[in-house]
C-alpha cells in the first residue's frame, strides 16, 4: 500500500544555489580562477603588473565577441566555420577605409565592419536555410572562398599600424577604471546577448529550433527566418570583432584571423554549448573563450612551452564533449529512475 | 471472393523509365568526369605551358595524399560520418617520421610506427563516437586540434629536414619514362582494394546500408558500431601513410605539414557526388573531383593566377555541387510523376 | 541499389557548370597569355638569353622584400629582362616547393629565392637546374649544392657583432637579453644567432641569453610572442630581432606597455617601420642595409648566370650595374656590403 507523501516544499534559495553549484558555467568559472591562481603563484606579474592585468582582460575580448556568435549558431544546431575569414576581410575593410577615406569618423568605420560582417553572415544564413545543406559544408566553402576574396582584394598589400589614425589605435589599448575598453565592450555585447537568448521570444526560438528542428516547424515557429537571424548576428558581431582586432594589433595582413573559427568552436563547445544545439549559453562560451585564452598565455609561465596550447585546446574540447555525455547519459537515466518510481 | 488472378506479372521490378545505357551513364558522377574533360581540355588550350608530361607529373605529385584520404574519407561519409582529424594526422605521422629519424631509426621502421600511430588516432576517433557515442564532427574537431597539437607539441616549430635523398628521390620517383609517379601504384593498388571493398562485398553495403538508415541496418544484422570504427582506423592508417609520402617528398617534416588539407579532401569528396547525408556515392566520383581541383589548380597557377583564387573556385565548387543537390532534389519533388509501380500489378489489389 | 542515378537534369545542370567553367578557364587563359611573364618559346629578341627572372621571397606581405624586390625589378628593368615576383602567404618550405616547381614548368631564366629551410626546397631547386634555370639565393641561402650563387647581404658574423654591440650599449653591457625570430628553420637567422650566442660568451660575459622564440615572420605571433616574453621573464632587460617583421612588432607592443623605455629593443629593421618607434623613444638604434641594393645585385648576379659570364666559381667577376663590379667569394657567396645603424639622427633621410 502506498501513503501519499507530500514532498516538503523547496527552498527557493537553496534550488537557486544548487543550480547555479551545478551550472557548467560555474565550473568555468572555477577553472579559469583556479588558472588564474596557479599561475598567479608561479610569477606575480600574471596579474599583478599593470600590463598583465589588461593583458588578461584584453586578450580574450575578441575571441569573447566571435565565441559569443557562434554559440547562437551552434545552438541552433548548425555551425559556422567561416567566421575567421569573416574577421579577416572585416579587419582588412577596416584598415583599407581608413587610408582611402582620409578623415572618415570612427563610428562609421565600426558600422560598416558590422555590416560586412552581417551580409557575409547572410550568405551563409541563406545558403544553409534555403538550400537546407549542412551548415558544415556551407561555411566550409565560405571559409575557403572568403578568405581567397580577402587575399585578392589585398594581394601582398598589408595595413601597418602607421596608416591609421592614433585615437583609432588608441582605442585598441585605452582603459577606463583599469579595464580596458575593448573588454566592455565586449561585456556589453555579452550581457545583451545573453538576456536576448534567455528573456525574448527570438532567444527561445533558437533553442527549441536546434533542440529538434522537426517540431519547431510544426509548431509553427519560422524556422528559416531565426536560422537566417542567427548567422546574420554571428556575422555582424564577427564583423565587430574584426574591427576590434585592427584597433588592438594594428598591422593586418591578408591571414588575419586564420584558424580563428576552432578557437571559436573549442571554446563554445567548453562553455557547455552542445554541439547538436539546444542547450548551453553565451555565458558559457564567454568564459570557454576567456579560459582558453588564459590557458595559452598560463602555458609559458608554467613553464610548458607554447607548442603544447594546440593540444590542449585539443584535450579540453573533448574532454568537454565526453562530460556532456556522460551528464546526459545520468540525466537519461535518472529521468528513467523517476518515471519507473513514480509508476509504483 | 474474387478470382481474378492477374496475368502473370509482366514486371515486378521498379520501372526507371529511362533505358539501361542512359541510367548508366547520365550519372553525377559523369557529370563531375565530363567536368573534368572539359576543364583539362580547356587548360591544355588555354594555358601555356601546360601540355607537358611534367604537368601531369608535378599534378599527381601534389594531389597524391588527397588522393590517398579521400578513399576512407568516402567510406566515412558515406555512412553518414565525417572525419576533420585527418590532416592533424599526417602532421603526425610527419613529426613522428622526423623524430625517429633523427633518434637513428631507419626510415622503414619509423614508418611503420607512424602508420601504427596514426592507426591508434584513428581507432581513438572510433572510440568515441561508437562506444561513448559522441557526434562525430564534435569529436573531430577536438581530436584535430589534439593531434595537431601532439605534432606541434612534439617538435615545435623546427622542421627535420636531413632525410636521406635515397628515400626523398624514391618519393618522387616516376615510374620508368612515364612520367606517372610512382605513389601512385600503392594509390591504384588501394583503390581497388576500396572499391572491390565497397561494391562487391557485405561490409561495403553495409556501409551504404548504414547511410541510408543506420537503425534499418542494424536491424538487418549489419554490425553498424563495428563497420564505423573500423572506417575511422582505416581513415587514420591511410593518413598516417600520406603523412609519409608527404614528408619524403618535401624532404620537410613539420608539425604544421598539411595543415587544411581535411579541407580539401571534404571539397573533393561532395564534389565528387558523395552526399553529406549519407547514403550515396562512388569512387569514380571522387577520384575525378580530386583530380578536378588539382587541376585547376595546377593550371591556374601556370596561368599565374594567384593560388588564392584557386581557393575561391574550390570554396564556390564547394557550395555550388551542394546547393545543386538540394536545388534538383526540390526540383524532383516538386514534379508530379508516377514513382510508383506503372506496370499492371496494381490492377491485381482491385 | 549499389548506384544511385538522379536522371538527366543532374547531369545538365553539370553540363551547364562545364561549360560556365571552361569559358572562364579560357578566358583567363586568355588575357594570361599576353600577360605572362615568361618567355614564349620560339625565338624572341635576344639570340640565346632567356632574361626572364623571378623573385621567390620567403612570404609575401614582407616590407622587406617588396623593398628588395622593387630593387631587383629596378636592376630587369636596367637591362631588359622581364621580372616576375610571386611567393606563398606563410613562410614555410613546402609552399615554396610548388613555386619553384610551376616556374620549372614555366621554363623561366632564372629564379632568385631566400629560402626557408636550407635542404628542404634543395630537390626542387636541383629539379629546376637540370631543366636550366639558374638559381641565385639571396637574403636567406640553402646548402651549397642546391644554388649557383648566393647573394649574402652582408658577412654574417658582421650583423651578429653589430646587433649586439647595439644592444650591449643599450643596457649598460649586463643583464639578461632574449632573442625574437622569425621562423625556426630560416638559414639566416640561424646562423645569425648562433653567431651572436658567441659573440655574447666571448666578449660579453655579463650578458645572458635567457630564450628564443619564433615569430615566423607574422605580425600577430611576434606580437603576441613579445608580450609573452615580458610576462615570463620580468627581469629582462633587452630583446634583439633580428627580422624587419619581429622588431616592428615588438616595437608596437612596447610602445603601450609599462616596459617601455626600460626594456631595449634592437635588431634588423627598415627605416619606414621603425621611424614612429624612433622618433618617441621606444627604440633607441637598429641596423640594416639596404634591401633594395640586394634584390638589385640578385638580379645582376642572375643575368651573368643567363648569359654565361659567370658560373658561380671563386673569382668570377660581373657587373653590376650602379653598383659596380662584384667578385664571387668562395662557395659561390657574393657580398653586398657592411650593415648600416639607424637612430634618431639619420632616419629622417631614409625611404624604405
Known sequence: MSTLTTKPTPNALLTGLGTFLRARETSILLALVLVIVVTTIKNPNFLFSSDGFRDLLLTPSILVLVAVGQAIVIITRSVDLSVGSTLGLTAYLTGRLFIDVPGIPIIVVVLAGIALGAVLGLVNGALVAFAKVPALVITLGTLYAYRGINVLWAGSDRVNASDMPKDFLHLGTTSYFSIPLLTIIALVVLVAAAWYMRNTRGGREFYAIGSEPAAAELYGLKVTKRILVAFVACGALTGLAGVLYAARYGTINSQAGSGLELDAVAAAVIGGVAIFGGSGTVWGAALGAVLLLTINRALPILGVPDFWQRAVVGALIIGAIVLDRLLALRQTRKLRETRNDSHE | ?350 | MLFHQFGTRKARAGAIAAVFVSIALVATGCSSDSSTPAASDGGSGSSDANLSITFLPKNLGNAYFETSDKGGEKAIKEFGGSYAEVGPSEATPDAQVSYINTLTQQGVGAIVVSANDPKAIGGALNDARDAGVKVVTYDSDTDVEYRDVFINQADSAGIAKVQVGLIADQIGDAGEVAILSASANATNQNAWIELMKKEIADNHPDITVVETVYGDDDDQTSFDKTAALLQTHPNLKGIISPTTVGIAAAARYLQTSEYKGKVALTGLGTPNQMRDYVNDGTVTAFALWNPADLGYLASYAAKALIEGTITGAEGDTFDAGDLGSYTVGPDGVVLLGDPYEFNKNNIADFDF
Open chain 2, 1 to 350: 471472393m474474387s478470382n481474378t488472378v492477374a496475368a502473370a506479372p509482366t514486371r515486378v521490378y521498379r520501372d526507371y523509365g529511362q533505358p539501361y545505357w542512359r541510367r548508366a551513364l547520365v550519372t553525377r558522377e559523369s557529370g563531375i568526369i565530363a567536368l573534368f574533360v572539359i576543364v583539362v581540355l580547356a587548360a591544355i588550350v588555354g594555358v601555356p605551358y601546360f601540355d607537358q608530361p611534367i604537368t601531369m607529373t608535378y599534378l599527381l605529385l601534389d594531389v597524391a595524399p588527397i588522393l590517398l584520404i579521400a578513399l576512407p574519407m568516402t567510406l566515412i561519409i558515406i555512412t553518414g560520418e565525417i572525419d576533420l582529424s585527418v590532416a592533424s594526422v599526417v602532421g603526425l605521422s610527419s613529426v613522428l617520421l622526423g623524430t625517429l629519424h633523427q633518434a637513428g631509426l631507419p626510415i622503414p621502421l619509423a614508418a611503420l610506427v607512424a602508420i601504427f600511430a596514426g592507426a591508434v588516432g584513428g581507432a581513438f576517433n572510433g572510440f568515441l563516437v561508437t562506444v561513448v557515442g559522441l557526434p562525430s564532427l564534435a569529436v573531430t574537431i577536438g581530436t584535430l586540434a589534439l593531434y595537431r597539437g601532439l605534432a606541434v607539441g612534439l617538435l615545435g616549430t623546427t622542421a627535420v629536414t636531413d632525410f636521406d635523398p635515397f628515400w626523398t628521390s624514391l618519393a618522387k620517383s616516376k615510374i620508368g619514362d612515364t612520367g606517372v609517379p610512382s605513389i601512385m601504384i600503392p594509390f591504384v593498388i588501394l583503390l581497388i582494394v576500396f572499391a572491390v571493398v565497397l561494391h562487391f562485398t557485405p561490409f561495403g553495403r553495409g556501409v551504404y546500408a548504414i547511410g541510408q538508415s543506420s537503425e534499418a541496418a542494424s536491424f538487418s544484422g549489419v554490425k553498424v558500431q563495428r563497420t564505423k570504427f573500423i572506417l575511422f582506423v582505416l581513415a587514420g592508417a591511410v593518413a598516417a601513410v600520406a603523412g609519409i609520402y608527404y614528408t619524403l617528398r618535401y624532404g620537410s617534416a613539420r608539425g604544421d605539414n598539411a595543415t587544411g588539407l581535411e579541407l580539401q579532401v571534404i571539397a573533393a569528396v561532395l564534389l565528387g557526388g558523395v552526399s553529406i547525408f549519407g547514403g550515396r556515392g562512388a569512387l569514380h566520383g571522387v577520384i575525378a573531383g580530386v583530380l578536378l581541383i588539382g587541376v585547376l589548380g595546377s593550371a591556374l597557377r601556370l596561368a599565374n593566377v594567384t593560388s588564392d583564387v584557386i581557393n575561391i573556385i574550390t570554396g564556390t565548387l564547394l557550395v555550388l555541387s551542394v546547393v545543386s543537390t538540394s536545388f534538383l532534389v526540390w526540383l524532383h519533388k516538386k514534379q508530379p510523376r508516377n514513382r510508383g509501380i506503372k506496370d499492371g500489378s496494381h490492377a491485381a489489389k482491385a
